[in-house]
T-cell receptor, first 117, second 114 residues
Framework: DTGVSQNPRHKITKRGQNVTFRCDPI?????LYWYRQTLGQGPEFLTY????????KSRLLSDRFSAERPKGSFSTLEIQRTEQGDSAMYLC???????????????FGQGTRLTVV | AQSVSQHNHHVILSEAASLELGCNYS??????LFWYVQYPGQHLQLLLK??????LVKGIKGFEAEFIKSKFSFNLRKPSVQWSDTAEYFC????????????FGSGTKLNVKP
């Protein structure tokens, strides 16, 4: 399967613990996004990378959250000192952006479901 | 910031019925528009997209959507639904001034009864 891959698929953690999720985008894609989805809502933007550069972060991304894409390929999202409100599905998506054109679609992974108990 | 509204949260239809799901967005400038579908247990998949040109867009599995700029709408339609169309449908928008983000609606759950 050459789609977007996310690991783990499910994570249960105790409040206060740190967790890290991994996303492997489609190989030739230069843009990578992280989204969060809670029950009954659509995905909400968290952050995105153009190659290895993190270019924008949402206000939803508190200082307990950090994302990296060290070599412009896979990305990690770490949540420190997890809280129950962090329980959600964390989605990764990737796209290929050419030049200044915005005409691109995002391809999504299956997500990591985080439950904080 | 952009907002995307999907007014129907849950739709129940019988097979062969026609479907129309509403989507309205708030941004007045040039936009790209998308419909994504999420089948049970699966990831979000693109159904169709609009960038420019013919406002009537045809997608996979017999779906189509019409962009009406004056109404800020991008409604999804299918003339005859099947049980296999049972899924959650999300409308998404990105603004051409800032195509770095996709804004999603809250989704519509479609349940097709056999």
């Amino acid at each position: 399967d050459t789609g977007v891959s996310q690991n783990p698929r499910h994570k249960i953690t105790k409040r206060g613990q740190n967790v890290t999720f991994r996303c492997d985008p489609i190989s030739e894609h230069n843009r990578l996004y992280w989204y969060r989805q809670t029950l009954g809502q659509g995905p909400e933007f968290l952050t995105y990378f153009q190659n290895e550069a993190q270019l924008e972060k949402s206000r939803l991304l508190s200082d307990r959250f950090s994302a990296e894409r060290p070599k412009g390929s896979f990305s990690t999202l770490e949540i420190q000192r997890t809280e129950q409100g962090d329980s959600a599905m964390y989605l990764c998506a990737s796209s290929l952006v050419r030049g200044r054109s915005g005409n691109t679609e995002a391809f999504f992974g299956q997500g990591t479901r985080l439950t904080v108990v | 910031a952009q907002s995307v509204s999907q007014h129907n949260h849950h739709v129940i239809l019988s097979e062969a019925a026609s479907l129309e799901l509403g989507c309205n967005y708030s941004y007045g400038g040039t936009v790209n528009l998308f419909w994504y579908v999420q089948y049970p247990g699966q990831h979000l998949q693109l159904l169709l997209k609009y960038f420019s040109g013919d406002p009537l867009v045809k997608g996979i599995k017999g779906f189509e959507a019409e962009f009406i700029k004056s109404k800020f709408s991008f409604n999804l339609r299918k003339p005859s639904v099947q049980w296999s169309d049972t899924a959650e449908y999300f409308c998404a928008v990105n603004a051409q001034y800032n195509f770095n983000k996709f804004y999603f609606g809250s989704g519509t759950k479609l349940n097709v009864k056999p």
